[in-house]
């Protein structure tokens, strides 16, 4: 069973810096592609950003130019720097792995909340 353990959440006041980390117990890390999702309070869920198994990144147009999506394939491990937090990124951010021949298995981490105040 796949496990992603997220972590690196909390409370910031707005302007401020957080980096949240997304650890994977997949042998095929390497190959798999993963997203961050976050969920406010009455929300759907939603894309935040994703980096696939090559290194592309695509990052929803709320968190362009303030977040930055990386990996390092020799730890199994994403991170998600978050800069210029503004209260609205006030969520649950959940990470995604995406794997197989066509992508088509995945698996959800527990998420980590990230409080932003005004």
């Known amino acids: 069973q796949v496990q992603l353990v997220e972590s690196g959440g909390g409370l910031v006041q707005a302007g401020g810096s957080l980096r949240l980390s997304c650890a994977a117990s997949?042998?095929?890390?390497?190959?798999?592609?993963i997203g961050w999702y976050r969920q406010a309070p009455g929300k759907q869920r939603e894309l935040v950003a994703q980096i696939s198994s090559g290194g592309t990144t695509n990052y929803a147009e709320s968190v362009k130019g303030r977040f930055t999506l990386s990996r390092d394939n020799a730890k199994n491990t994403v991170y998600l720097q978050m800069s210029n937090l503004k209260p609205e990124d006030t969520a649950v951010y959940y990470c995604?792995?995406?794997?197989?021949?066509?992508?088509?298995?995945?698996?959800w981490g527990q998420g980590t909340q990230v409080t932003v105040s005004s």
């Open positions: 995604n792995a995406r794997w197989g021949r066509y992508y088509e298995r995945n698996s």
């Open positions: 997949l042998t095929t890390f390497s190959n798999s592609d």
